[in-house]
């Protein structure tokens, strides 16, 4: 059922520090993954995917792991700055249904100077 | 996500008017996607849309909701007889195939209704 009027997960960081955020999807059929970053009053921007015949990516400072066994999905952010402050949402694809991504609740990262 | 246009970026209506919500895909994408979100809570798929045809409408409310993307022109997302609860986010999203492939997101409209 929907969430209705919960606040979101919460992370808090100092600056410097490493930053781990989980998700657990809910199709053993999807294929594809994205994480995706939304500051107030924008639209999600992609950080990093990764599709499920890889366990592992790594991007600029960010690596995303798929365990399919548990159907979970981690990004790893390291050094954490500022900027990186925002809700971070995973995403997850099946295919063979076209473009249609189903999302994730959101985690609220807050990075402390 | 500069590339997928949206507006207007704010819109405001009164209960029972209509809302008109447009998207204008990045250049060279054919597969447009529209999701609502609420609150503190994650984006909720509508509809995607190819070039003149609906290809999976699943998200849509049943009444009151429609969408296009014609041959010409942006995609619209179209609200009849708005209500308190259509207020939300409304993202479009652009990729130029189907299938497992990165989506740009819009800037978002959002409709407040009063």
């Known amino acids: 059922g929907e969430s209705v009027g919960l606040h979101l997960p919460t992370l808090s960081v100092q600056e410097g520090d490493n930053s781990i955020i989980n998700c657990a999807y809910s199709n053993s059929a999807s294929d594809y993954f994205i994480w995706y970053k939304q500051e107030s009053g924008k639209g999600p921007q992609f950080i990093i995917d990764?599709?499920?015949?890889?366990d592992k990516r790594q991007g600029q400072r960010v690596t995303v792991l798929l365990n399919k066994t548990v159907k979970h999905l981690s990004l790893q952010i390291a050094a954490t700055q500022p900027g990186d402050s925002a809700v971070y949402f995973c995403a997850e694809n099946i295919g063979w249904q076209g473009g249609k991504l189903i999302f994730g609740q959101g985690t609220e990262l807050s990075v402390k100077p | 996500n500069a590339g997928v246009m949206q507006n207007p970026r704010h819109l405001v209506r009164r209960r029972g008017q209509e809302a008109r919500l447009r998207c204008s895909p990045m250049k060279g994408h054919s597969h447009v996607y529209w999701y609502r979100q609420l609150p503190e809570e994650g984006l909720k798929f509508m509809v995607y849309?190819?070039?003149?045809?609906?290809?999976?409408e699943s998200g849509m409310p049943k009444e009151r909701f429609s969408a296009e993307f014609p041959k010409e022109g942006p995609s619209i997302l179209r609200i009849q007889q708005v209500v308190r609860g259509d207020s939300a986010a409304y993202f479009c999203a652009s990729s130029p195939t189907t299938g497992a492939t990165e989506a740009f997101f819009g800037q978002g409209t959002r409709l407040t209704v009063v």
């Open positions: 990764i599709r499920s015949n890889m």
């Open positions: 849309l190819q070039k003149e045809n609906i290809i999976d």
